[in-house]
DNA sequence: TTATAACTTGAATGACCACTCAATAACAGT
DNA sequence: ACTGTTATTGAGTGGTCATTCAAGTTATAA
């Protein structure tokens, strides 16, 4: 009946991460986006609706993407614990990496921190996902704890926003380009604070 | 010989701080900044030059000011680890009131994020200022250390590094809003990380 | 009072912003 | 080959961006 779309909507996407990711939505032109994604300004906005759309789909992959990571990662490991303080160590090292992803600190961060007085709905979706990732890591924490590794008085939703804003605080740190050895040695601090909660000393 | 000013750089510098700090770099126009200053144009760019350099003074005078309410706030107590944990606590409150800042996450801390991949001369300007304050914590931690306060081994660097992230995790975690309890407890379990690295259990 | 220097004003500037749409191209079914 | 449908193109839209500067205003010095 028709033309076949020359463009794949989640290719597209993860290129719009990239750009957004590294840039923020306010520093990412339609200009950059257009030369990124290789498409021109009709067929974005046939296929996204808007900057706005675009940047909201972006989010959400790269938000099912780190999921997803974290998930995979776990697979790993018999502790959920040891499973959780490596996955610290590992962002620690992603982070002191040089030139691997297109920034070293969270696009959720980044994006909450960017629109949460200039573009409110960004702010909320940035928001909901957060709290999603929280519900996720207290999930786990309260497996822990179930498991026995966790001491048994263990607030889980508590523990998980401990380590939510470990984990936002070590990325953060990671945009400093600090040395990769100093991002070791402070994912490695985070991960002890796990050990604090542990059952076996 | 001539006319006065009819603006006082450092009170327009505290406005500019309020609108940069909520908005940021890049969701600030100079629309806006001519409304929040009460200057028009002419008069900002002659007394600022740029909107660049009106960003970077307010950025370092945000920062002095953060840097003065540190050392306030530690003059209030006799042991320095206290203090620090004080402050964390402190932070929380102040990031779970609401409507009192222009944000609860830290100026700095968004002006790192929003530039590292578009503005690299405020990028840099944010990593000195970061650095500064990791010194000047180090310098804390060193001195409760001789005081006997933190255990022998202790790494000040180290420690400050991973106050530093607590802190940007904390202010980060402001942003999204959550109920004030919740603040405070994460702004506890914060605190309860240094009782890790103290002397008397 | 007058001359002069310092400061303020705001309309004007060209560049870039997100976005639109008429024209064109590429397919599928007949 | 022809037709109908859908995708792509890119010059063009009005608006906003940061910035400039000639003209106007206000103070001080002579």
Known sequence: ???????DRKTALEKAVG???AKG????????IEQALDMRPGSIYATFGSKDGLFSEALAAYAEQGGRELAVHLKGF???????????RGIACTCGDKGAAPSRACMIVKTLLESSNTHPALADQANSILSAIEQSIAGLVEQARVNGELVQSTDSQR???????????????????LDPQI???????MAAILDGYRTQH
């Open 19 to 21: 750009l957004f990711w």
């Open 183 to 189: 991002m070791r040695d402070l994912g490695d601090d």
């Open 1 to 7: 009946m028709a033309r076949h779309a020359r463009y």
């Open 78 to 88: 018999d502790s959920i614990v040891e499973g959780l303080q490596d996955y610290l």
């Open 159 to 177: 523990l998980a926003r401990l380590l939510q804003a470990q984990i936002m605080g070590l990325r953060s740190m990671g945009e400093r380009k």
């Open 25 to 32: 939505y306010h520093g990412s032109s339609m200009k950059q």
